[in-house]
T-cell receptor, first 113, second 112 residues
């Protein structure tokens, strides 16, 4: 089955800096890659996703890139703010196949003011 | 819409007791997922339903775990008997056509 590896497990940046979180997946058939943000005491919330027919997607300060050949995808947050502090999860799934969404172990991002 | 509603928010029980976690999905959503979150294993999918029918329960750890979805607006996850290693945060999520998942706030379970 699918296996998703996520790095780093913790990341600390200064406010205004950029943050990058990287994930690799094992199943070459995976074609849907969402990112979720989890704040303390809450459930994960989708912040951006990308499908395999696209190499990059942006939404304001957040961008995701996908390299299907290397089977890795990354989340980029620019101009970080203290409210970006949270745990971020990447995930992968084969659309049209099993509906299982397999998550990475998460990255705890701390943005220092 | 109030989102996915889970109850209770916190549950403390003793080993051997039965535990029932409850979930009300978002109205109109046809998929419901149960996840378990621990520090060691991250977010694990336990079981998911489509139109109230269990589709894949391969993530259910043992026969002590069972899940039901008697109608489109309610699901339960039961652990009987509970063990200390079941301590975790249990999330319910719902979606339309298994696309964007909407998670509840979770149930923090502690088995002493």
């Amino acid at each position: 089955g699918e296996n998703v590896e996520q790095h780093p497990s913790t990341l600390s940046v200064q406010e205004g800096d950029s943050a990058v979180i990287k994930c690799t997946y094992s199943d070459s058939a995976s074609n849907y890659f969402p990112w979720y943000k989890q704040e303390l005491g809450k459930g994960p919330q989708l912040i951006i996703d990308i499908r395999s027919n696209v190499g990059e997607k942006k939404d304001q300060r957040i961008a995701v890139t996908l390299n299907k050949t290397a089977k890795h995808f990354s989340l980029h947050i620019t101009e970080t703010q203290p409210e970006d502090s949270a745990v971020y999860f990447c995930a992968a799934r084969v659309e049209g196949g099993s509906e299982k969404l397999v998550f990475g172990k998460g990255t705890k991002l701390t943005v220092n003011p | 819409d109030a989102g996915v509603i889970q109850s209770p928010r916190h549950e403390v029980t003793e080993m051997g007791q039965e535990v029932t976690l409850r979930c009300k999905p978002i109205s109109g959503h046809d998929y419901l997922f149960w996840y378990r979150q621990t520090m060691m294993r991250g977010l694990e999918l336990l079981i998911y339903f489509n139109n109230n029918v269990p589709i894949d329960d391969s993530g259910m750890p043992e026969d002590r775990f069972s899940a039901k979805m008697p109608n489109a607006s309610f699901s339960t996850l039961k652990i009987q008997p509970s063990e200390p290693r079941d301590s975790a945060v249990y999330f319910c999520a719902s979606s339309v056509r298994s696309e964007k998942l909407f998670f509840g706030s979770g149930t923090q379970l502690s088995v002493l």
